[in-house]
């Protein structure tokens, strides 16, 4: 089975610090994703990668970036926190011919 | 950009009541994937329909992809509690493993 970790289920930070958020999957999957999920608005693609050292600018970009030194992990970092990034994380994966997504267990941050 | 859109946004049925949650994409999709989250758990992987019209069975819930391959719909049929949670279309485009998802479907089941 696919493992897809994060490294946190519940942070809690204050405006302006940085965050970091890491995701690690265990099945060498080229592609991994970061989103970010609120009530109403689904989920929505902040950045992406489909290799090491790559990677995309998702649909919500702003406020964000990301890091991929590692196949197996991908990092995503909030330079200055802000109270509207207060939301659920939610890594994911794929590689098989389908492109499944497996989803981690999400990051819960509350930025106050 | 893709954009999908999933409506109801939510649904209330008693168990024992059908269900149905509704996908439109503004561009043609190469193919569609269907998600589930329950409640506070994470989305996971229910099937992916390539083919336009294609219809796909996985025991009560009954999955479509319209002939245009613009929408899809996900219908479930006598609803039992264990259905309760989110449910989630994302479209693929015509290139790249980058899924766009729907706003998604909260179902809750009364028993």
């Known amino acids: 089975d696919v493992k897809v970790t994060q490294s946190s289920r519940y942070l809690v930070k204050r405006t302006g610090e940085k965050v970091f958020l890491e995701c690690v999957q265990d099945?060498?999957?080229?592609?991994m994703f970061w989103y970010r999920q609120d009530p109403g608005l689904g989920l929505r693609l902040i950045y992406f990668s489909y290799d090491v050292k790559m990677k995309e600018k998702g649909d919500i970009p702003e406020g964000y970036s990301v890091s991929r030194e590692k196949k197996e992990r991908f990092s995503l970092i909030l330079e200055s926190a802000s109270t509207n990034q207060t939301s659920m994380y939610l890594c994911a994966s794929s590689g098989d011919p389908l492109y499944t997504q497996y989803f981690g267990p999400g990051t819960r941050l509350t930025v106050l | 950009g893709q954009q999908v859109m999933q409506i109801p946004q939510y649904q209330h049925v008693q168990e024992g009541e059908d269900f149905t949650t509704y996908c439109n994409s503004s561009?043609?999709?190469?193919?569609i994937q269907w998600y589930k989250q329950r409640p506070g758990g994470h989305p996971v992987f229910l099937i992916q329909?390539?083919?336009?019209?294609e219809v796909k069975k996985q025991k009560r819930l009954t999955f479509q992809f319209g002939e245009a391959k613009k929408n899809s719909s996900l219908h479930i049929t006598a609803t039992q509690t264990t259905d309760v949670g989110t449910y989630f279309c994302?479209?693929?485009?015509?290139?790249?493993?980058?899924?766009?998802f729907g706003e998604g479907t909260q179902l809750t089941v009364n028993p």
């Open positions: 099945m060498d999957h080229e592609n």
């Open positions: 329909l390539v083919k336009s019209g």
């Open positions: 994302a479209g693929r485009g015509t290139s790249g493993s980058r899924l766009t």
């Open positions: 561009t043609t999709l190469s193919n």
